[in-house]
């Protein structure tokens, strides 16, 4: 079965300091992995996806993951922290339900918070 | 472009009462879901449908029953709330294997 592993539950950074988010997943098959932001009391954003292209994906608002198999890792980076970043960033990989069709299984969050 | 509309946004009920969360997209997406999301549990899914007429259980189905008649909407019916159900409630579309759109999400409370 698909599922991921979101390594932190909380991440505090200064503003202009890099984020490393941690992510690791588990899949049978070469997986579809999708990195999710929600801002406080909002919806879900999609900030990048990999699909099996390139390994190095770039996302909105300066984020990017890197897609590493030997690590079963897709961590997600950003060289400086905005302000704006502060919110919970879901790591989400894409799976396949008993009847053939596809769901998203999410980790449990990370809450970024970013320190002026 | 409205995307993926979910309402009520916001709701309170007492425990028992029966409610139905409409779920409405304008995308003629295939596949649409019903997700509930709890603090430190991420998102899980209750059901989902993957075409008009058509209902199947995701991880958390008891307690919720849906119903797609219309490829546009996907409701999600609580015959007797229960407090456990108090949770924020979010719908999503997706055309096979491609992104999947999120709702902004309707908030539930049952006392």
């Known amino acids: 079965a698909q599922s991921v592993t979101q390594l932190d539950s909380h991440v505090s950074v200064s503003e202009g300091t890099p984020v490393l988010l941690r992510c690791n997943y588990s899949s049978s098959y070469s997986p579809s992995l999708f990195w999710y932001v929600q801002h406080p009391n909002k919806g879900l954003q999609l900030l990048l996806k990999y699909t099996s292209a390139a390994t190095l994906v770039k996302g909105i608002n300066g984020f990017e993951a890197e897609f590493k198999k030997s690590e079963t890792s897709f961590h997600l980076t950003k060289p400086s922290a905005h302000m704006s970043d502060a919110a919970e960033y879901f790591c989400v990989v894409r799976a396949l339900t008993q009847g053939g069709s596809e769901k998203l299984v999410f980790g449990k969050g990370t809450k970024l918070t970013v320190n002026p | 472009n409205a995307g993926v509309t979910q309402t009520p946004k916001f709701r309170v009920l007492k425990t028992g009462q029966s409610m139905t969360l409409l779920c409405a997209q304008d995308?003629?997406?295939?596949?649409m879901y019903w997700y509930r999301q709890d603090p430190g549990m991420g998102l899980r899914l209750i059901h989902y449908?993957?075409?008009?007429?058509?209902?199947a259980k995701g991880e958390v189905p008891d307690g919720y029953n849906v119903s797609r008649l219309k490829k546009q909407n996907f409701l999600l019916g609580l015959e007797s709330a229960a407090p456990s159900q108090t949770s924020v409630y979010f719908c999503?579309?997706?055309?096979?294997?491609?992104?999947?759109?999120f709702g902004e999400g309707s908030w539930l409370t049952v006392v």
């Open positions: 995308m003629n997406h295939e596949y």
């Open positions: 999503a579309s997706s055309y096979s294997r491609n992104t999947i759109y």
């Open positions: 449908s993957v075409g008009e007429g058509t209902t």
